[in-house]
């Protein structure tokens, strides 16, 4: 069974400051994706990984892919309050768009 | 904008009744639509893939007959929650990508409560 573990499930951010989220994943997928779902709200998407070693940057967030490791990171730069939201990791092991997602981790954004 | 749209966006029905919700993709033809369900503070699981003239496929644990998919267009996927209950009261979003190597985009999910 495919397992998407993503850590930590919480994280409270300081303002201006630096954080990684982690997806590790059980089965062998080239393609790895990462949403941001607000309260209340559907997904919105953040990247799409397709291969080993692809990193994608968006503003103040990068994503990176090691399929050899079978992990991905979601690293937030200078941390601001827009940030606040959960993201959700999800990966696709037969390349078919059925998506097995991660937990989730809660963001949240101090001043 | 939206690339995928569903309806409605809130229903709330009574238990034994049965719910409709459409998918659409707005500017593009799918082939295939997914159906995930998500409980409130989970992830999202992956209920079925619709496909476009043919029947639907079922992930383990979904009762195909309870939760009756059509895809009658390329544009069109609905889900309909037949017999519902209070257990079935979660948030419905349903995605489809335009290409092989598109991000999957998902509607703006459907919150049923089942009273």
């Known amino acids: 069974e495919l397992k998407v573990e993503q850590n930590p499930l919480f994280l409270s951010m300081q303002e201006g400051k630096n954080y990684t989220i982690y997806c590790n994943y059980s089965?062998?997928?080239?393609?790895l994706y990462w949403y941001r779902q607000d309260p209340g709200k559907s997904l919105e998407s953040l990247f799409v990984?397709?291969?080993?070693?692809a990193v994608k940057q968006e503003g103040r967030l990068m994503a990176s892919l090691d399929t050899k490791a079978r992990l991905s990171t979601l690293h937030i730069t200078a941390a601001v309050h827009d940030l606040s939201a959960t993201y959700f990791c999800?990966?696709?092991?037969?390349?078919?768009?059925?998506?097995?997602f991660g937990a989730g981790t809660t963001v949240t954004v101090r001043a | 904008g939206a690339v995928v749209s569903q309806h409605p966006s809130r229903v709330i029905c009574k238990s034994g009744t049965s719910v409709k919700i459409e998918c659409r993709s707005l500017?593009?033809?799918?082939?295939?639509m997914f159906w995930y369900r998500q409980f409130p503070k989970q992830s999202l699981m992956l209920m079925a893939t619709?496909?476009?003239?043919?029947?639907?496929?079922?992930e383990q644990g979904v009762e195909k007959d309870k939760f009756l998919i059509n895809h009658a267009s390329l544009t069109l996927s609905t889900l309909t929650v037949t017999s519902a209950h209070p257990e079935d009261s979660s948030f419905y979003i349903c995605?489809?990508?335009?290409?092989?190597?598109?991000?999957?985009?998902f509607g703006n999910g459907t919150r049923l409560t089942v009273t």
């Open positions: 999800a990966v696709d092991p037969s390349n078919d768009y059925k998506l097995s």
């Open positions: 995605s489809a990508a335009r290409g092989r190597n598109s991000p999957l985009h």
């Open positions: 500017d593009f033809q799918a082939t295939t």
């Open positions: 089965t062998t997928s080239d393609r």
């Open positions: 990984l397709l291969s080993n070693g």
């Open positions: 619709s496909n476009e003239g043919s029947k639907a496929t079922y």
